[in-house]
C-alpha cells in the first residue's frame, strides 16, 4: 500500500452545530490506501462522518 497526501475543501454540513459559523475550509490528511481513488473515497467518508 502507498500513503497519499489529499487536500479536501469542504462545507460543514447543515445539522453541525458549527454551521453559522464556519463556512468551510480545508481538510488536509495523509491517507494510506492501494491506489489514489480509494485514497480519495476513504478521506471524504471520513469527512462526511465527521460534519
Given at each position: 500500500?502507498?500513503?497519499?497526501?489529499?487536500?479536501?475543501?469542504?462545507?460543514?454540513l447543515l445539522d453541525n452545530?458549527?454551521?453559522?459559523?464556519?463556512?468551510?475550509?480545508?481538510?488536509?490528511?495523509?491517507?494510506?490506501?492501494?491506489?489514489?481513488?480509494?485514497?480519495?473515497?476513504?478521506?471524504?467518508?471520513?469527512?462526511?462522518?465527521?460534519g
Amino acid at each position: 500500500m502507498d500513503i497519499y497526501y489529499l487536500m479536501l475543501e469542504n462545507m460543514p454540513l447543515l445539522d453541525n452545530d458549527e454551521s453559522q459559523e464556519v463556512s468551510g475550509g480545508f481538510i488536509n490528511c495523509w491517507v494510506k490506501a492501494a491506489n489514489p481513488d480509494s485514497a480519495l473515497k476513504a478521506a471524504e467518508a471520513y469527512a462526511a462522518n465527521e460534519g
